[in-house]
């Protein structure tokens, strides 16, 4: 098969690759559609692969055109995407449903071969179906929603309260849409660009600020999710706070972060909850974040707009598309590759 293959830092290439082969618990994905995450921006970019040659890709959809012997659930041509995490199942954080924490796992598309592929083998455990209805670009979505409402699980979420969004891109349209879904009194989304900002608006946000013309002003938020892991935004979560408020960071930062004694102290002061929030998975594995993905995406409560790929690319432009990421701000929104 065509994969792009990853051979050695920002040296990715259009070419052959060993088919996948089918076993008893697994099956065979004709990959459709396929995101870059941010994640594997630094994998291509910045020496990040866990080894090479190497395909990287686990934000994807597809249809099933393989069934292993012992697999009874699936069936050929079905629409699927896939939970790219294999736990171990037997480690102590595995044995409690805290897979996300597993440190002996496996993972699609970066420690195994990848959806940056014409095809890719998943055990079945880790592919979820989707209805007809849905778009294989917007089941290429399943990841960063899942992501987004694993958030809110270990932020314990509930409805009623004011919630504050820090960072508008994929991760933050999803979890103000969740916020939503579940109740929120109401949704402020801040970013720097009114094109994902009024994204953000069209999806069901309530109010949308750009820090960059507007001040973040003088409102204080009971929930306050970071989603950019961006140095600005993690310390503005600590500004907009209320007393008694939950923080969660979703984002994952890439760089060193600096917080003042002033700005850590708010965390004292307001006596307010901070939490890490880390992949999409819970009991029974891969989880509740998967499914009720596949059932809000169904009933169109979840929402999708075009508008959430900025580019759509061939896999032979896999090197193209990792260049624009090479001038910072060129990007604004989601690359993804049509196979």
Known sequence: MKAAVLYANDDIRYDDYADPVIDGENVIVKVHAAGICGSDVPRVLYNGSHYYPNVLGHEFSGEIVEVGENVKDFSIGEKVTGAPLMPCMKCPDCQKGNYSLCKFYDFIGSRRQGAFAEYVKLPAVNTIKFDNSISYEQGAFFEPSTVALHGLRVNNYTGGYDVAILGGGTIGLFTMQWAKIFGAKSVTVFDISDERLDLCKKMGADYVV??????????????????????????????????????????????????????????????????????????????????????????????????????????????????????????????????
């Open 210 to 339: 750009n820090t960059q013309t507007d001040k973040i002003g003088k409102n204080l938020y009971h929930i306050v999710f970071e989603t950019a892991g961006n140095n600005l935004t993690m310390q503005s979560a600590f500004e907009i706070a209320d007393n008694k408020a939950n923080v969660c960071f979703i984002g994952t930062p890439t760089k060193d972060l600096t917080f003042t004694p002033a700005l850590l102290e708010n965390m004292n002061r307001k006596e307010f909850k901070l939490t890490g929030s880390w992949m999409s998975y819970s009991a029974p594995f891969p989880g509740e974040e998967w499914q009720l993905t596949a059932h809000h995406f169904k009933t169109g409560q979840l929402k999708f707009d075009d508008k959430f790929i900025f580019k759509k690319f061939d896999l032979k432009q896999a090197k193209n598309a990792f260049d624009l990421y090479k001038t910072p701000g060129q990007v604004k929104g989601k690359l993804m590759f049509i196979i």
